[in-house]
């Protein structure tokens, strides 16, 4: 009789549902499922580990290029949905994204240093894991976006306090943007060229889970963060990587964030629009390997973090 009970059970609550990638996993962090994907290093890890945070509408798909070129270089790598996006939990993060992630990083890699990188939205929570941990992070790599909120962009985040109008927003976007051909037209616009099928599939299962929407717009984290200093978060040795024709993002905000970090390395990728590490994986990777490549895996914590 138990195991009738049991079978019909089953039956009603359907075939379990598969994992989205061969390497994903969840973890609860900070009270949050997250998903997670990780590639080992190819090889014995010589290089620091990697962390990859996406940018807003993104999730790990967007790294399924530039995370196994740093795996096979040696550099173990992890790569995470933030809140309300890809696979994970369509709730926020009790607090800010460092507070939540900051414990996770330390139990991952023991005492290594960590190797950063963020695109457009994410280099907001790379920033925040830098003061997070101070003296663990050996390298940063900001993609596509300004860890530095511009004053314009304080104002936008107040005006979307109120809930109604996150709401009333939330379901206009439903309706207007998450469709196969707006989505198709939104990657045109951020790769700066047409894109393929299997990519505006990539982008748009996660978006159209139940939810989605209003869960961007309420944000990934509970609290925002303070604002960062620029003299702050030049003490780690940073990349800006750009895209040459970035629609989104323009070049001139790159500008203003080398400005604040006067100690970084600028590249800029022909071509390129908002996702060089998609559209132009190749260069995107060489910068990224050059820059990671010269914290090895073994760096120790110090107390400015590890500068070359």
Not at 178 to 201: D, F, M, N, S, T
Request: proline share 8%; aromatic share 8%; net charge positive.
């Amino acid at each position: 009789m138990r195991a009738f009970l049991l079978l019909g059970l089953l039956l009603l609550a359907g075939p379990a549902a598969a994992a989205p990638f061969a390497n994903s996993r969840l973890e609860t962090l900070a009270g949050v499922q997250v998903h997670v994907r990780h590639w080992p290093a190819a090889g014995p890890a010589a290089g620091c580990p990697v962390l990859l945070l996406h940018g807003l509408g993104g999730s790990t798909y967007s790294f399924r290029a530039l995370a196994p070129a740093l795996a096979a270089a040696g550099h173990p790598v992890w790569a995470l949905d933030l809140p309300a996006y890809g696979y994970s939990a369509r709730r926020p993060f009790p607090d800010t994204a460092g507070a939540a992630l900051a414990p996770w990083l330390q139990a991952q890699a023991g005492d290594q240093a960590w190797c950063l990188l963020g695109h457009s939205m994410g280099t907001r929570v790379v920033a925040e894991l830098v003061l997070a941990l101070p003296g663990r992070v050996a390298a940063v790599a900001y993609v596509a976006g300004n860890p530095i909120p511009s004053a314009r962009e304080l104002r936008g985040r107040e005006r979307f306090r109120s809930p109604k109008l996150r709401e009333w927003f939330a379901g206009w976007v439903e309706r207007r943007y998450l469709g196969e051909e707006k989505i198709g037209e939104l990657l045109e616009k951020a790769y700066g060229r047409e894109p393929r099928a299997e990519e505006v599939a990539g982008y748009l299962a996660p978006l159209q889970k139940p939810g989605t929407a209003l869960a961007i717009m309420n944000g990934y984290a509970a609290r925002w963060p303070e604002t960062p200093r620029g003299e702050d978060l030049d003490r780690v040795p940073s990349l800006i990587l750009w895209g040459e024709n970035d629609a989104w993002v323009k070049p001139e905000v790159a500008d203003r964030l080398h400005a604040a970090l006067p100690s970084a390395r600028r590249v800029t990728v022909a071509g390129a629009g908002h996702c060089p590490m998609e559209t132009h994986a190749g260069p995107t990777a060489d910068a990224v390997l050059a820059h990671f490549g010269a914290t090895p895996a073994l760096a120790r914590a110090t107390g400015t973090g590890a500068r070359r």
